[in-house]
């Protein structure tokens, strides 16, 4: 939805998500929380409060 566009993430745009990496500061990472998939930007301040379940190495985006 729109609510990624802020960072460039759209409705239909596929994302690559490596589970082998761990993540550094202001990496885009997918975590689960309230039982859903979301992705976020992760910093030193909350790396530790999210369930983290990969890194978001690529976005491609939708062709329109």
Not at 5 to 15: M, Q, S, Y
Not at 36 to 59: A, D, H
């Amino acid at each position: 939805g729109d609510r990624l566009a802020n960072i460039h993430i759209f409705n239909k745009d596929v994302l690559i998500i490596d589970r082998s990496l761990s993540p550094k500061d202001n990496q885009l990472v997918l975590v689960i929380e309230e039982d859903e998939f979301k992705v976020k930007r992760v910093s030193t301040k909350n790396r530790k409060s999210l369930l983290i379940w990969g890194v978001v190495t690529y976005v491609i985006h939708a062709a329109q």
